[in-house]
């Protein structure tokens, strides 16, 4: 009895201490693909790796731990998008809104980031390592003004 009792707590266990993790929704990622349209969406966890997402509408979305590595961002409207824990590195950002986006240990080692908006951005730990930044209000240390350098974005 006891020798059932242990094997049962051995399958059962795991299952008692994993915590749920919420994944992607399929049919939010197939509509990001088709139309470069996701508002709003729930797209945490997506693979994404290497997807053109050219001018994507992601305004608010769900991109928490997403994988974008090497995907193409340029003209991407991320605004007020929960990118914390997402992978970015070697993506292509240029003209990316960013405005009030949590970036909080995003993964941006080796992207190019040029001419986009973080204005009011979240980048907390954030990985820049060899990213190529350029017209982009991103840099290590000092404190950020509160003066937006993008008016026209507003």
């Not at 193409?72 to 003209?95: H, I, M, P, Q, V």
Request: net charge negative; hydrophobic share 40%; proline share 3%.
């Amino acid at each position: 009895m006891i020798k059932k009792l242990l094997v049962a707590l051995t399958v059962v266990a795991p299952l008692l201490f994993t915590s749920s993790v919420k994944a992607e929704n399929p049919q939010h990622v197939q509509k990001l693909l088709e139309t470069r349209e996701c508002v709003g969406c729930d797209l945490s966890g997506a693979n994404l790796r290497g997807s053109h997402l050219i001018g994507a509408d992601l305004r608010g979305a769900n991109l928490r731990g997403a994988n974008l590595e090497h995907a193409n961002l340029e003209g991407a409207d991320l605004t007020r998008a929960d990118l914390e824990d997402a992978k970015l590195s070697s993506a292509f950002l240029t003209n990316v809104n960013f405005k009030q986006a949590n970036l909080n240990d995003a993964n941006l080692a080796s992207a190019k980031i040029y001419d986009s908006n973080v204005y009011e951005a979240s980048m907390e730990d954030m990985n820049i390592t060899n990213a190529e930044i350029f017209h982009t209000g991103i840099g290590i240390g000092g404190e950020v003004g509160d003066e937006n350098p993008f008016p026209d974005w507003d």
